[in-house]
């Protein structure tokens, strides 16, 4: 009896823990994204050797391609690390979002090339059919006067468990880094995690180089399985009190 009651607890403790750490990781160029099954891609992208272009395109700030990161789980809170490489394919304003969404709602960072160039943040809803396109509730400067080169963009976003707003860690392009910024809207990441590239007008072609995304989950221990663990204990010193009277 003693031995199955301490094998319950461990079983108990362990059952209220998640492992933490690193959950997804992978990066893919443009032909590894053309030809994962996870990646979905839109508006008939060419492979120009490693590189995805998207030029002639129909649908205004439409999707460029949605990647399934994570599928539905229960997950504790997520830390995500997004590196997006492009480059512009025409002169002018070209404006890639990179949104991460429940396939609901998305957060987003932009790398804005008109006014000098800038990496603004986003929140808002995605328009799902017949091309997902996003529905904006506003915007935040994050970063200004970044010039017209297109080095990659990092960004790091906090999805908290259950739905909570989230929030931007940190977003760059080179040596320029912002600061922590909070979004007005949460991902319910239960339901899955998806990035989502969108363009914006049709007269904008991007090329995209690579993708990088890691999302690392938070350790967790739940007090009621601390607590369950704990009376174990207790009763075992009970059960041995009792043998010795």
Same mark, same amino acid.
């Given at each position: 009896?003693?031995?199955?009651?301490? $094998?319950?607890?461990?079983?108990?403790?362990?059952?209220? =823990?998640?492992?933490?750490?690193?959950?997804?990781?992978? &990066?893919?160029?443009?032909?590894?994204? *053309?030809?994962?099954?996870?990646? $979905?891609? !839109?508006?008939?992208?060419?492979?120009?050797? &490693?590189?995805?272009?998207?030029? =002639? %395109?129909?649908?205004?700030?439409?999707? *460029?391609? +949605?990647?399934?990161?994570?599928?539905? =789980?229960?997950?504790?809170?997520?830390?995500?690390?997004?590196?997006?490489?492009?480059?512009?394919?025409?002169?002018?304003?070209?404006?890639? !979002?990179?949104?991460?969404?429940?396939?609901?709602?998305?957060?987003?960072?932009? +790398?804005?090339?008109? @006014?000098?160039?800038?990496?603004?943040?986003?929140? @808002?809803?995605?328009?799902? $059919? #017949?091309? #997902? $396109? #996003?529905?904006?509730?506003?915007?935040?400067?994050?970063?200004?006067?970044?010039? #017209?080169?297109?080095?990659?963009?990092?960004? =790091?976003?906090?999805?908290?468990?259950?739905?909570?707003?989230?929030?931007?860690?940190?977003?760059?392009? @080179?040596?320029?880094?912002?600061?922590?910024?909070?979004?007005?809207?949460?991902? /319910?990441? /239960?339901?899955?995690?998806?990035? !989502?590239?969108?363009?914006?007008?049709?007269?904008?072609?991007?090329?995209? /180089? &690579?993708?990088?995304?890691?999302?690392?989950?938070?350790?967790?221990?739940?007090?009621?399985?601390?607590?369950?663990?704990?009376?174990?204990?207790?009763? *075992?010193? !009970?059960?041995? %009190? +009792?043998?010795?009277?």
């Amino acid at each position: 009896m003693k031995k199955a009651l301490v $094998t319950s607890c461990i079983a108990l403790l362990m059952s209220g =823990s998640a492992n933490a750490g690193t959950i997804f990781s992978q &990066s893919l160029t443009g032909a590894g994204l *053309l030809s994962d099954g996870n990646v $979905t891609t !839109y508006e008939s992208p060419v492979l120009n050797g &490693s590189r995805l272009d998207y030029t =002639s %395109r129909s649908v205004s700030q439409g999707a *460029l391609l +949605r990647w399934d990161i994570l599928g539905a =789980s229960s997950y504790n809170d997520l830390t995500v690390n997004v590196q997006v490489n492009h480059d512009v394919l025409n002169a002018g304003d070209n404006d890639l !979002y990179f949104a991460l969404s429940d396939g609901v709602n998305f957060v987003a960072a932009s +790398r804005v090339d008109n @006014g000098g160039g800038g990496i603004f943040l986003y929140d @808002g809803a995605v328009n799902a $059919t #017949p091309t #997902p $396109t #996003p529905a904006f509730d506003g915007f935040i400067n994050a970063l200004s006067s970044l010039g #017209p080169a297109n080095p990659p963009v990092d960004f =790091s976003v906090l999805l908290p468990s259950g739905g909570a707003d989230a929030t931007l860690l940190s977003a760059s392009e @080179g040596a320029a880094t912002s600061g922590s910024f909070a979004y007005d809207r949460g991902l /319910n990441t /239960n339901n899955g995690l998806q990035l !989502y590239l969108f363009g914006d007008g049709i007269s904008e072609d991007y090329g995209i /180089n &690579s993708i990088t995304v890691s999302v690392d989950e938070a350790d967790v221990s739940e007090p009621g399985a601390l607590a369950v663990f704990g009376l174990g204990l207790f009763a *075992l010193g !009970y059960i041995r %009190r +009792r043998r010795s009277v």
